[in-house]
C-alpha cells in the first residue's frame, strides 16, 4: 500500500499532470466558447440546406415545364410537375420560420417535405436527398416530436447534455489514451534510464509489486482524468449553457433496423468500453517498458501496436471477429451506434483477458530483472 500512495504521489503531485488538467479543462471551455459563437452558424447552416433544396426543386420544375411544352399531355410528367411544386411551396414556408423558435412546426414540415420528396423520387423524379437520409431524419424527427424534445447540432450544441456528449466523444475516440500515455509516459521506463529502478530492487519487497502498484496507480489517474473531464464539461454547461435532457435521443443501427439510444446511456457505455480498453493499453506499456526499457521505444512501439489494431478493427468488419479482438473496444463509438452484426459489449471479455495476460507477463519480466 505505501508502494501504491508513493507511486501515485509521484504523478499526481508533479508538475506534469497538473499542467495536463489544467490543459484539459481550459481546453474544454474553449470547445464550449466556440460552440457559443457557432450558434449563428446553425441558423445560417440550416437556411443554406433549405436553399440548396429550393434551387433543386426549382431546376425541376423548369425540367418538368420543359418536357410539358414538347408533350402537353404527358401525365407523367403533369404529376411529377404537381408533386414539386408542392414540395416547393413547403420549402418556401420552412424557410420563412427558419429564424423562429416553433421547433415542432419545423419538424412537422421537414417531415413532409420528406414524405413528398420520398413519393416523388418514387415516380422518378430528382432530388439531392438519398432514401436512407430521408429516412433517418424523418425516424430522428418523428421521435423528438414524440417525447417533446427541441433538436440540437450535433456539433455546436450548448446544451450540457449534448455539449458533454460532444467532450465524451472526443475523450473516447483515442482522447483517454492520448492523455494516459501522457501522464504515465516515463512511469517505467524512465526509470530504467535514469537507473531509478535500482533502489526499488533492493528493497525487501517482492519485485510484482512494482508492476502492481504502478498499474492501481495509473488506473486511479485515469479516473481521475475522467472524473475531471466530465465535471468540467458538466459545470461548463451548467452554468453558461441551456438545460436540454440526458433523453436526447441518438440514432444507433441494430440489426439493420433504426433504433434509438439515450445521451446518458452512450456516454455511460463509451466510457465503460473505452475504460475497458485503459486496463490493457496499461498492461500493454509496462510490458514494453520491461522490454525496452527506454521511454521512445516505449511509447513508439506502443503507438505502433494500438494503430495495428485499429486497423485491424477497421479491416476485419465480420460481426464475431469482435468476440477475439482485444482492439475492438479501441472504436467504441462505433461499437455502440453500429451493432448489425455484433453487440456493443462483445470485445470486453477478451480486452479484460488481455489484460490480464499482460500483467501475467509484466510481473514475470520484472521478476527476472537484474539491477541494471
Same mark, same amino acid.
Given at each position: 500500500?505505501?508502494?501504491?500512495?508513493?507511486?501515485?504521489?509521484?504523478?499526481?503531485?508533479?508538475?506534469?499532470?497538473l499542467?495536463?488538467?489544467?490543459?484539459?479543462?481550459?481546453?474544454?471551455?474553449?470547445?464550449?466558447?466556440?460552440?457559443?459563437?457557432?450558434?449563428?452558424?446553425?441558423?445560417?447552416?440550416?437556411?443554406?440546406?433549405?436553399?440548396?433544396q429550393?434551387?433543386?426543386?426549382?431546376?425541376?420544375?423548369?425540367?418538368?415545364?420543359?418536357?410539358l411544352?414538347?408533350?402537353?399531355?404527358?401525365?407523367?410528367?403533369?404529376?411529377?410537375?404537381?408533386?414539386?411544386?408542392?414540395?416547393?411551396?413547403?420549402?418556401?414556408?420552412?424557410?420563412?420560420?427558419?429564424?423562429?423558435?416553433?421547433?415542432?412546426?419545423?419538424?412537422?414540415?421537414?417531415?413532409?417535405?420528406?414524405?413528398?420528396?420520398?413519393?416523388?423520387?418514387n415516380?422518378?423524379?430528382?432530388?439531392?436527398?438519398?432514401?436512407?437520409?430521408?429516412?433517418?431524419?424523418?425516424?430522428?424527427?418523428?421521435?423528438?416530436?414524440?417525447?417533446?424534445?427541441?433538436?440540437?447540432?450535433?456539433?455546436?450544441?450548448?446544451?450540457?447534455?449534448?455539449?458533454?456528449?460532444q467532450?465524451?466523444?472526443?475523450?473516447?475516440?483515442?482522447?483517454?489514451?492520448?492523455?494516459?500515455?501522457?501522464?504515465?509516459?516515463?512511469?517505467?521506463?524512465?526509470?530504467?534510464?535514469?537507473?531509478?529502478?535500482?533502489?526499488?530492487?533492493?528493497?525487501?519487497?517482492?519485485?510484482?509489486?512494482?508492476?502492481?502498484?504502478?498499474?492501481?496507480?495509473?488506473?486511479?489517474?485515469?479516473?481521475?482524468?475522467?472524473?475531471?473531464?466530465?465535471?468540467?464539461?458538466?459545470?461548463?454547461?451548467?452554468?453558461?449553457?441551456?438545460?436540454?435532457t440526458?433523453?436526447?435521443?441518438?440514432?444507433?443501427?441494430?440489426?439493420?433496423?433504426?433504433?434509438?439510444?439515450?445521451?446518458?446511456?452512450?456516454?455511460?457505455?463509451?466510457?465503460?468500453?473505452?475504460?475497458?480498453?485503459?486496463?490493457?493499453?496499461?498492461?500493454?506499456?509496462?510490458?514494453?517498458?520491461?522490454?525496452?526499457?527506454? *521511454? $521512445? =521505444? #516505449?511509447?513508439? /512501439?506502443?503507438?505502433?501496436?494500438? +494503430?495495428?489494431?485499429?486497423?485491424? %478493427?477497421?479491416? @476485419?468488419?465480420?460481426?464475431?471477429?469482435?468476440?477475439f479482438n482485444?482492439f475492438?473496444?479501441?472504436l467504441?463509438g462505433?461499437?455502440?451506434?453500429?451493432?448489425?452484426?455484433?453487440?456493443?459489449?462483445?470485445?470486453?471479455?477478451? *480486452? $479484460? =483477458? #488481455?489484460?490480464? /495476460?499482460?500483467?501475467?507477463?509484466? +510481473?514475470?519480466?520484472i521478476?527476472? %530483472?537484474?539491477? @541494471?
Amino acid at each position: 500500500m505505501k508502494l501504491l500512495l508513493f507511486e501515485f504521489k509521484k504523478i499526481f503531485f508533479s508538475k506534469r499532470f497538473l499542467y495536463i488538467m489544467l490543459l484539459l479543462i481550459i481546453g474544454i471551455a474553449l470547445l464550449f466558447a466556440r460552440n457559443v459563437t457557432f450558434q449563428s452558424y446553425i441558423e445560417k447552416e440550416e437556411k443554406e440546406q433549405i436553399a440548396n433544396q429550393t434551387k433543386a426543386s426549382q431546376a425541376n420544375s423548369r425540367v418538368h415545364r420543359i418536357a410539358l411544352e414538347n408533350s402537353p399531355e404527358d401525365e407523367e410528367q403533369l404529376k411529377l410537375q404537381k408533386m414539386n411544386s408542392e414540395i416547393r411551396d413547403q420549402l418556401y414556408e420552412l424557410n420563412g420560420i427558419a429564424s423562429s423558435d416553433d421547433w415542432q412546426r419545423k419538424l412537422t414540415l421537414q417531415n413532409e417535405i420528406f414524405a413528398n420528396t420520398l413519393v416523388y423520387k418514387n415516380e422518378g423524379g430528382d432530388f439531392p436527398l438519398s432514401e436512407k437520409e430521408i429516412h433517418t431524419s424523418t425516424t430522428l424527427n418523428e421521435k423528438l416530436l414524440k417525447e417533446g424534445i427541441a433538436p440540437e447540432h450535433d456539433i455546436y450544441s450548448v446544451a450540457m447534455p449534448n455539449f458533454m456528449k460532444q467532450i465524451v466523444d472526443l475523450y473516447i475516440h483515442f482522447g483517454a489514451f492520448v492523455l494516459l500515455i501522457l501522464v504515465i509516459g516515463e512511469s517505467m521506463s524512465g526509470e530504467y534510464e535514469n537507473h531509478s529502478i535500482n533502489q526499488l530492487f533492493t528493497q525487501p519487497l517482492k519485485k510484482t509489486w512494482i508492476v502492481t502498484s504502478k498499474f492501481w496507480s495509473s488506473v486511479l489517474l485515469y479516473v481521475i482524468m475522467t472524473g475531471t473531464v466530465l465535471l468540467s464539461a458538466g459545470l461548463i454547461g451548467l452554468l453558461f449553457g441551456e438545460k436540454g435532457t440526458f433523453n436526447y435521443p441518438m440514432l444507433i443501427e441494430k440489426n439493420n433496423a433504426i433504433e434509438f439510444i439515450t445521451i446518458s446511456s452512450y456516454m455511460t457505455k463509451g466510457i465503460l468500453l473505452v475504460s475497458v480498453a485503459i486496463l490493457m493499453v496499461i498492461t500493454l506499456y509496462f510490458l514494453y517498458s520491461l522490454l525496452f526499457k527506454q *521511454t $521512445l =521505444a #516505449t511509447l513508439a /512501439v506502443v503507438l505502433l501496436t494500438l +494503430a495495428g489494431g485499429y486497423f485491424l %478493427s477497421n479491416f @476485419v468488419t465480420w460481426g464475431p471477429f469482435s468476440w477475439f479482438n482485444p482492439f475492438a473496444n479501441l472504436l467504441p463509438g462505433d461499437m455502440i451506434l453500429q451493432q448489425n452484426d455484433q453487440m456493443w459489449y462483445q470485445a470486453i471479455p477478451i *480486452t $479484460l =483477458a #488481455t489484460s490480464i /495476460v499482460l500483467y501475467i507477463l509484466a +510481473a514475470w519480466k520484472i521478476n527476472t %530483472s537484474k539491477i @541494471v
